[in-house]
Antibody, heavy 119, light 112 residues
Framework: QVTLKESGPGILQPSQTLSLTCTFS??????????VGWIRQPSGKGLEWLAN???????YYNPSLKNRLTISKDTSNNQAFLKITNVDTADTATYYC???????????WGQGVMVTVSS | QITLTQQAESLWISPGERVSITCRAS???????????LSWYQQRPGQTTKALIY???VRTDGVPTRFIGSGSGTEFTLSIEHVQPEDFAIYYC?????????FGSGTKLEIK
């Protein structure tokens, strides 16, 4: 059974760095073809893709976030991470991680973690 | 980047009816492997986001057969036959052909 769960700080101040963790089970990020992605959703708005990381450590980022993103993984502990530097109020959102299947879809999603950026 | 347009922000229908949700891409989503990299997702309050369809027309495991994905090139449709009460939700399309991955803006299915 595939599960994913996100964790994060809850609230942080503008200009700080947001660190998110995705802890998953039921698959391994060392398996050929596997990937994990991060997606976010401001309250009442749509979904925005942020970044993907693959089994071979290949990484893809949304250029709209202008080099503020860093995605990484810890295969031994079944975790993926996302850092967003220099946050501001526009980064307030629910952040999701999801497994990528066949490079075609996010087939399993976490429940999401709410992050608020406020001074 | 590829833009996905879901023109209908909301659709009002009655349970038991059939509904179609459209998603238009700014360029073809057909890859050299012959597959379209377009998928559909359902969001309901308090539930995890659920993948319904990938490669434009393949249902994911456990998705009821009343959910039908169709389309090719740049025009795609998610149809739901005999809409059930649990189907009233927000539906998003996603293209995974090219980075950056992009979502449609979502279509909310509402009870008439």
């Amino acid at each position: 059974q595939v599960t994913l769960k996100e964790s994060g700080p809850g609230i942080l101040q503008p200009s700080q760095t947001l660190s998110l963790t995705c802890t998953f089970s039921g698959f391994s990020l060392s398996t050929y073809g596997m990937g994990v992605g991060w997606i976010r959703q401001p309250s009442g708005k749509g979904l925005e893709w942020l970044a993907n990381i693959w089994w071979d450590d290949d990484k893809y980022y949304n250029p709209s976030l202008k080099n503020r993103l860093t995605i990484s993984k810890d295969t031994s502990n079944n975790q993926a991470f996302l850092k967003i530097t220099n946050v501001d109020t526009a980064d307030t959102a629910t952040y999701y991680c999801a497994r990528i299947y066949l490079g075609a879809l996010f087939d399993y999603w976490g429940q999401g973690v709410m992050v608020t950026v406020s001074s | 980047q590829i833009t996905l347009t879901q023109q209908a922000e909301s659709l009002w229908i009655s349970p038991g009816e059939r509904v179609s949700i459209t998603c238009r891409a700014s360029q073809s989503l057909l890859y050299t492997d012959g597959k379209h990299y377009l998928s559909w997702y359902q969001q309901r309050p308090g539930q995890t986001t659920k993948a319904l369809i990938y490669h434009a027309s393949v249902r994911t495991d456990g998705v009821p057969t009343r959910f039908i994905g169709s389309g090719s090139g740049t025009e795609f449709t998610l149809s739901i036959e005999h809409v059930q009460p649990e189907d009233f939700a927000i539906y998003y399309c996603l293209q995974t052909l090219k980075s950056p991955l992009t979502f449609g803006s979502g279509t909310k299915l509402e009870i008439k």
